[in-house]
C-alpha cells in the first residue's frame, strides 16, 4: 500500500471538493494536524472517518487504499489487492506486538527481582526503604503483566482445535484461562467447547 500515493490522492480530493486542510478537519471533528499526516503519506485515516472521508470526497473506501478512481473493472482485483496488504500489514503489526509482549514480561519481572534484591541488604537497618523499594517492583511488575496479557488478548487470534475457529477472547477470559506459554484452554464462542487454543496470526 503507498502510502504517499494515497496521500497525495487525499490532497487532491479535499482541493476539488472545496475543503482547506482546516475546514475538512472539522467537518471530519479532528485536528487538521490529522489531515496533514495523512496527506503527507505518514498514516492512513482512522478506519471510523474513513466513510466520512469518502462521501465528502464522493469516492469509494476502496479507492482511497488504492490512491486513484478505481475503474469498476478492476475493482474485484484492486479489492482483493487492498485487502490482502491491510491482512499482512495487520499480521506485521501483531509480530511487533508480540514481541512487545515478551520485552515487557521481562523488564517487569527483572525490575521487580533487582528491587528484591536490592532491598534484602537494607531490610534491617531501613524496613521502610525496603518495603517501599519491593512494592515499586510489584507494581512494575503487575503493570508490565498487565500490559503484556492486554498485547496478547489482541495480537493476533486464538484458534479453537475443535472446530478450527478463530477468534479474540475477552480480557477477563484470557486472564483467567489456564496456558502453556501462549496456549490458551479457552471456550469458542461458535462451537462452545473448551480445549487448548493456540495463538495464531
Known sequence: M???KIG?????????????????????????RSISKWERGICLPETAKMPALCKL???????????????????????NDNLLVLAKEKEQKDRQLLTLEWALGFIGLASFLAMVFLSIPIAESHFSLAAAMFIAGFVIFMAAAF?????????????????GHKHVPTFGAVFVAMHLGRTRHLRCPKC?????????L
Open 192 to 200: 462452545g467447547q473448551k480445549s487448548w487454543q493456540k495463538k495464531v
Open 8 to 32: 497525495k490522492f487525499i490532497a487532491e480530493n479535499r482541493k476539488k471538493a472545496g475543503f482547506s486542510q482546516e475546514s475538512l478537519a472539522e467537518e471530519l471533528d479532528i485536528s487538521n
Open 2 to 4: 503507498d502510502l504517499k
Open 147 to 163: 500490559f503484556a496479557l492486554r498485547i496478547e488478548q489482541t495480537a493476533g487470534y486464538y484458534k479453537c482445535a475443535q472446530c
Open 57 to 79: 470526497f464522493g469516492i469509494t473506501i476502496n479507492d482511497l487504499f488504492s490512491g486513484e478512481i478505481v475503474d469498476m473493472k478492476n475493482n474485484n482485483a484492486k479489492s
